[in-house]
């Protein structure tokens, strides 16, 4: 295949994000021998540790190191972007609240396909691309096959792609700050507004018993935090929990709650929506319990346990507590 393909890095405080070494993994099934490019916009020395990062995954990296660049601002990315990629080219980008803001967009400027929020990728066949998309919450998927001849921009769900921990590449940066040239924007970066941060850190805990709407009521995450201190772990939740007013914003793991990284990810009675599942990162040992054996969080959990939560989390607890 003789597309060009390009994936776009985002990174924060030097250190790209885990999405870079899924969307290699997405690349390679469109193409396995495709020589794919990673595309890094950002300012100064965080930008250059970015680079050398991906240059150990990408056999190219083309960078724009632009002040305006220091906050990643989608209307300016796109603007440069456009004065950069060829026309006919593949664009992986991550689906995130980012690349919702980017890609649309992109794609019209290069008056090429969009495919949005893609899970998989089952191949190319000359110029269709075959991709696969979820509806209805992950219950039911979609097989999109789109024509690549003029180019696509693509959106890749961040979890779907297994990294691709091969860190050998010794890819070439090429400075492609002059070529991304200027760009007139009406948006204006003011400043970055940290979440609040709770009496616990839920970022830093290896051990996370997660409660989503499937625990019924307030009073039973009390059976949650019992099991969360039998294992040594703490309770995090998802939205609809703190929607409720059960927990607080700062227990909520997912795309706009907080990116965990434990080593066991415990799920009490969640559905496995992407946008919550967005923010389990690290490729933890996830155990999931849900009356609902179609429930999506069973694709991506090691353990599936089909039972009711509330009674689960006691009999664990009781067990737990007898083998100690
Ligand atoms: C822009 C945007 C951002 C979002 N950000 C986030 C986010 O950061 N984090 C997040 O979590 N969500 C987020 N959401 C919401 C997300 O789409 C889902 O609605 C949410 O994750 C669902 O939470 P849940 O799994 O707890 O509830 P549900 O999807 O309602 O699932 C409940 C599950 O519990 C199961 N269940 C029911 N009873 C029992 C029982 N007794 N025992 C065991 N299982 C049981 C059901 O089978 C079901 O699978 C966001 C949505 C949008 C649009």
């Known amino acids: 295949m003789s597309t060009q393909i390009f994936a776009y890095i985002e990174h924060h405080a030097g250190a790209a994000d885990d999405s870079a070494l899924e969307l290699i993994s997405a690349a390679r099934k469109i193409d396995p021998q495709a020589r794919v490019t990673a595309l890094v916009f950002g300012s100064g020395q965080e930008l250059d540790a970015v680079c050398k990062e991906a240059a150990a995954t990408y056999p190219t990296v083309w960078k724009v190191d632009k002040e305006e660049l220091a906050y990643p601002n989608a209307e300016i990315i796109r603007g440069m972007l456009i004065n950069l990629l060829p026309k006919d080219c593949i664009c992986l980008v991550p689906h995130d609240t ?9 794609s019209v400027k290069l008056d090429s396909a969009c495919v949005t929020d893609v899970v998989d990728i089952e191949g190319a066949d000359g110029d269709t691309l075959k991709t696969v998309r979820q509806e209805f919450g992950g219950q039911v998927s979609t097989h999109v096959n789109c024509d690549i001849s003029r180019g696509t921009v693509i959106t890749v769900r961040t979890g779907s792609f297994a990294a691709d921990e091969d860190r050998s590449a010794q890819g070439q940066v090429e400075d492609k700050s002059g070529e991304a040239g200027q760009v007139e924007v009406k948006r204006k970066f003011l400043e970055v507004v940290e979440a609040e941060m709770g009496e616990v850190d839920i970022t830093k805990e290896d051990i996370l018993v997660s ?35 059960w927990m607080e914003k700062s227990r909520q793991v997912g795309t706009s709650g907080q990116t965990v990284k434990p080593k066991v990810y415990l799920a009490l009675g969640i ?45 664990l607890t009781e067990k737990i507590k007898e083998m100690k």
């Open 98 to 106: 980012f690349g919702m803001d980017l890609a649309p967009g992109l």
């Open 211 to 245: 409660v989503g709407r499937g625990i019924g009521e307030e009073e039973n995450i009390e059976l949650a935090e019992e099991l969360a201190q039998a294992m040594g772990g703490v309770v995090s939740c998802s939205r609809p929990i703190v929607d409720a007013k």
């Open 271 to 315: 559905s496995g929506s992407f946008q919550h599942m967005g923010g389990v990162k690290g490729n933890p040992f996830i155990v999931a319990v849900n009356t609902n054996p179609k429930a999506p969080i069973f694709q991506v959990a090691e353990v599936g346990i089909v039972e009711d939560a509330v009674e689960f989390a006691p009999a």
